[in-house]
């Protein structure tokens, strides 16, 4: 079955630059997109379409895609921003999620 | 404006079924499939399957096959995802989601319902 692969945790310092990753094989031939979920709430789309923002959402969040890596970046990070992020692939008829970042802002 | 509105939390015995609801408003309930995600307590996202509002058709996960059994009632917007044969590892916060058409990226979430399985 498709897998897709995140790094655990992420730590980054606020204002600096956060960077998520997502692999899985020929995710470049698929359409990726990223959740933000804080404790207690549903998760929130970030990104869609590898690089689309939904309307709401603050253009410091960012997404791109080469090869076998989604990556979604968060520049200017500010505390707001901790929270669990998946990624999400469509393989065939399955949807496919990441096991999960968890954003630390420190 | 979307918004889907789940049914309230369930405790249920393990081996019973339970049947969560989704109600949709604030856009054409045929015009975009539904998703059904999972949590359980600490863990991430489990997607458990998908159903085509206008047609009824679905596609389901293949761990949840046989178990899962996804419906919709157009007249009142509303999808429901019916989970039998329950077992205390299906303790979980239950999703549905609205996609969107490429990537089936879930753009409107529920609140998510919190079902219990213990004896």
């Known amino acids: 079955s498709y897998e897709l692969t995140q790094p655990p945790s992420v730590s980054v310092s606020p204002g600096q630059t956060a960077s998520i990753t997502c692999s899985g094989d020929?995710?470049?031939?698929?359409?990726a997109c990223w959740y933000q979920q804080k404790p207690g709430q549903s998760p929130v789309l970030v990104i869609y379409?590898?690089?689309k923002r939904p309307s709401g959402i603050p253009d410091r969040f960012s997404g791109s895609i080469s090869g076998n890596t989604a990556t979604l970046t968060i520049s200017g990070t500010q505390a707001m921003d901790e929270a669990d992020y998946y990624c999400?692939?469509?393989?065939?008829?399955?949807?496919?999620f990441g096991g999960g970042t968890k954003l630390t802002v420190l | 404006q979307v918004h889907l509105v789940q049914s309230g939390a369930e405790v249920k015995k393990p081996g019973a079924s339970v049947k969560v609801s989704c109600k949709a408003s604030?856009?054409?309930?045929?015009?975009?499939?539904m998703h059904w995600v999972r949590q359980a307590p600490g863990q991430g996202l489990e997607w458990m399957g998908r159903?085509?509002?206008?047609?009824?058709?679905?596609n389901y996960a293949q761990k949840f096959q046989g178990r899962v059994t996804m419906t919709r009632d157009t007249s009142i917007s509303t999808a429901y995802m019916e989970l039998s044969r329950l077992r205390s590892d299906d303790t979980a916060v239950y999703y549905c989601?609205?996609?969107?058409?490429?990537?089936?990226?879930?753009?409107?979430w529920g609140q998510g319902t919190l079902v219990t399985v213990s004896s």
């Open positions: 989601a609205r996609a969107l058409g490429v990537g089936e990226a879930g753009d409107y």
């Open positions: 020929k995710l470049g031939d698929k359409y």
């Open positions: 159903i085509n509002p206008n047609s009824g058709g679905t």
């Open positions: 999400q692939a469509w393989d065939s008829t399955t949807v496919v």
């Open positions: 604030g856009y054409t309930f045929t015009g975009y499939y």
């Open positions: 379409q590898d690089n």
